[in-house]
């Protein structure tokens, strides 16, 4: 079946023209592009007025962190005009191992939007965690053989790269030998240690913060990708890098973007639109968004209105503003005046979707479990900072006749991290400054990057009936007052994802979040985004894991007691 | 061993700039750009004043055209700068097929000069043709597995790729599934014709003799080859494609460029010249010259002066005038002062050898050989139009009693193509005008594209002399006068290269063509370059084969009587 759409101007990523073209699709592909006429095609769509624009393409993100499946997250980006996104499954990688990978590999198998992967690179990220899985060269190398891996993602580990550690370049080795790329992820490096890492084969960075840290970085032969998500927000810093010659090695990315800004705010068109707001050119925007991300990941015929190319393609009726109006996939039309056609969901093999929606082993919790044994009136203290994700510590006198040391008046509260992938019992507990909850307490498994059960509460019932919410339910998030539970978000799969629509999951959330509110946590202080985080121990200074605090910067256990 | 390349200005190709730097250099690969110091090298060189400049990389280029063996014009090319070439050994593989292909790998391995090669698209170039052997998809998959294949070559068959030809398609769907890319040969194919040529695979083309030629094949997402070899001078009409945004999507390419034009004017250094003199960006052609060729043809890490990258370096003493100093390859000092170190020529399989030297089978001529049967007095004749590869058909009256039909006062000189490849006796004779001989007889071994040999005389009896000079030193070309020979140009290798320097077969090409004058054949007419396109059936209107005339728009032999 062939069709025609007439009397549209085409965005020209390779000439960054617009061009009064008529575009013949076929069989998946563009098959000409020029006067073209009715006779020639079956059906016939007539866009006068509009702009036919390729189908962006997300260089870098974690589909765990929008909490839905690859499924529903193709229903919730396409409307935004994503026709291509590459995925790191770190999060669910480090929950679910080698099954996490194979997970997203089926759940997004044939689905209308191009899913394509990158290994993560570091299972678990640092030798303190414990996670679900490790991941070894040797375990990842057999993904290349899957035509949509396109190669090894985010190599946080630089210090590993920089010091020559065999594991890290066996990995890196593996994906130079199969011709694929390596994400890179150092934030701040710079000059002879930037050198070595980018010789050693790191092509991408996506943690630039600074004009002058992506031109280096381009200078230097790697790609920028520019990042605009929820937490993490680069646009407006990096806005002069959408000019020449440095939009030419440029791509755009999300990164971590949770449902609610999706659903509210879009995708990659969020970033186009902001950056033409911005005064920057359109087309290089959207060649930015398209071609050079196939470029860069080595797509081939992708990422272009062209002869041959994959016909990705959107029908914008207004290019300034990117809106967005229908969307080809492979051709066929899946967003028709920007309502969604049916999409057919991958079928996954039953065991591994059981193995990803049971990657809870932990028992129930008890109040006594989340018990301090007081050995000193001295302990060190997470303080979190607002809206970082940095934490300091805080030597706090503690008064452990009184709640076992929860006090409320100076906001020190318990955090508990509980292993919950492979029973074995640890926990870490401590005291946490700066969360603000007067009463109750919240929990959740999405806990960076192992993912373990955290919980912060306000006494030790709460806290272990909140944990046991989350528990029961096999993951998300909850929040607990005197026993009862107010609200939760049920994330069974892997414990980081719902299987619901980006709506349902915004949904949720915001009721959870006006839960926690209530409990007396303020919107400023992002509770669970910073909940989220305080188990991730490569932001110093002080973070807590299922052995106890950790002092980053030292990268080893530290006492409670001082 | 490190080296450091001190005080010099970078010629970065990523960001269009010139950068103050500092490069330093480890086991063939660039592992520094920045504030490296002395200490840190075991080898400093002081190239202050001096420019750090990627190697060049001919995108598109045919070794046999050089008429030397892969390993001399390493030399040739090593000192004006190309660290790289992608060569399509088509003349070779008409004659030797497999076998042409292996030499020219084994040939070429392990040289300072980096050799890639695209397979062969089509041999022979038409149905028509007896070349030395023929080459299906079948043939050619095998060579995939080289790491130095890169693709298919030139697909001139654009008839056959717009027709859905079976064969054709296949040779097109092997490349894209190895990944690999197509190069097209399609002058002057525009609107719907080009889509379909485009959609079918081929990314780029060498043959754009206009500027609007060349944006609608980049618009329609193409890769531009600008060629300026020795007949094909393309780069004036296409110098505005050397701007924004056009650059971005072009490559430099030689295609045929003959020994002396190498080794007086020079490869790539000289169409950077030209396009710097004729006004345009150094930083743009420099990067059209290393980079975009590495970028299209997916060598990894290869065409830039950054870390990571093949240490493939000029240090340019001129930037305009691209003086080339000294040559990095690999990160060994090849070329010094502009003089070549000694090169390591590759050691070729000795059976291999002996095939591709030993391409001649045909047995001695005689004079009687060439008589042609007076059958009707009104024939075809070879009208050679100056300047141009073009012929018409001239109906002329024959004078059979005059030297059976030639006539030196009208220009009309025997011709013959006789098949040498498999001994099958085959002769194609005829009368050509236009040549201009007054005595003696010119024969070749260059003969496009099928090589078989090609003689021109004003007598049978010198016509057997000169083919037999030719056979018996086993390819090449030659004049004699009288019985006599004057010149000859030995090219033993497949009847196409010699063993020697550009230098030397410069020299005695010079002295061939001095006695061709000397026969009456004048400069301007190019008897030599002419006579290797009269058996070219490709190019109207009126050729000649070993079976005798060929009407080339009909595709199909002609009688020589009317």
């Not at 790609?223 to 791509?251: H, K, S, Y």
């Not at 990164?255 to 707001?277: L, M, N």
């Not at 985004?529 to 256990?557: C, H, R, W, Y």
Request: proline residues 3%.
């Amino acid at each position: 079946m062939k069709r025609l759409l007439k009397n549209g101007t085409v965005v020209n990523v390779f000439s960054d023209t617009l061009d009064r073209e008529n575009v013949l699709i076929e069989d998946g592909r563009i098959i000409g592009v020029g006067a073209y006429t009715d006779d020639e095609a079956d059906v016939v769509e007539d866009v006068t007025g509009k702009y036919i624009c390729p189908g962006f393409i997300d260089g870098h993100m974690h589909i765990e962190s929008t909490m839905m499946t690859p499924a529903e997250l193709a229903k919730a980006v396409l409307i935004h005009g994503t026709t291509g996104i590459v995925a790191d499954p770190h999060e669910i990688a480090n929950v679910c191992g080698k099954n996490g990978i194979e997970y997203m590999l089926e759940a997004s198998e044939g689905l209308p939007l191009s899913v394509y992967f990158m290994l993560p690179s570091c299972v678990p990220s640092t030798p303190l965690d414990e996670a679900g899985a490790e991941l070894s060269a040797d375990d990842l190398r057999g993904f290349y053989e899957n035509g949509r891996i396109l190669g090894l993602a985010e190599m946080m580990n630089y210090v590993g790269v920089v010091n020559d550690d065999r594991e890290v370049l066996a990995k890196i080795d593996d994906a130079v030998k199969e011709g694929r790329v390596i994400d890179g992820h150092a934030p701040l490096l710079t000059g002879k240690d930037l050198d070595k890492y980018v010789t050693a084969g790191i092509q991408s960075d996506h943690e630039c913060s600074s004009f002058e840290e992506g031109c280096e970085r381009i200078r230097k032969g790697q790609w920028v990708m520019v990042r605009q998500g929820t937490a993490a927000r680069n646009l407006d810093d990096l806005i002069d890098l959408f000019d020449e010659p440095w939009n030419r090695r440029c791509l755009l990315v999300t990164d971590d973007k949770h449902p609610a800004d999706i659903f509210h705010d879009g995708h990659i068109d969020a970033i186009v639109r902001r950056a033409v707001a911005k005064g920057k050119s359109p087309c290089a925007a959207i060649r930015m968004a398209s071609i050079q991300a196939a470029g860069y990941f080595g797509l081939k015929r992708t990422g272009a209105v062209a002869p041959g190319y994959r016909a990705d393609i959107l029908i914008l009726s207004d290019l300034d503003k990117v809106e967005v109006e229908d969307v080809y996939a492979r051709g066929e039309k899946v967003v028709s005046q920007g309502c969604l056609t049916s999409i057919k969901t991958p079928s996954v093999d039953s065991s591994l979707y059981d193995a990803v929606r049971n990657s809870f082993n932990v028992r129930l919790q008890e109040a006594a479990d989340f018990f301090i044994q007081p050995e000193s009136d001295r302990c060190r203290v997470i303080r979190c900072i607002r809206r970082q994700l940095l934490t300091e510590e805080w030597i706090a006198e503690i008064d452990w006749n009184r709640d076992n040391g929860i006090d409320l008046e100076r906001d020190i509260l318990k955090i508990a991290v509980i292993e919950r992938h492979n029973n074995t019992g640890h926990r870490g507990l401590g005291f946490i400054n700066g969360i603000g909850l007067k009463k109750g307490a919240i929990a959740s498994s999405i806990s960076h990057d192992s993912h373990n059960l955290i919980v912060i509460g306000t006494s030790d019932e709460d806290m272990a009936a909140v944990a046991n919410a989350v528990i029961e339910q096999g993951g998300g998030c909850a929040a607990v007052c005197d026993g009862k539970v107010l609200a939760r978000v049920s994330l069974p799969i892997g414990g980081l994802m719902a299987d619901t629509p980006a709506e349902e999951i915004s949904r949720e959330h915001h009721e959870l979040m006006e839960s926690i509110y209530s409990l007396g946590a303020s919107e400023e202080v992002a509770p669970l985004m910073t909940m989220a985080f305080v188990s991730l121990t490569v932001i110093p200074f002080l973070k807590i894991n299922t052995f106890g605090l950790v002092d980053v910067e030292k990268q080893e256990q530290i006492s409670l007691y001082v």
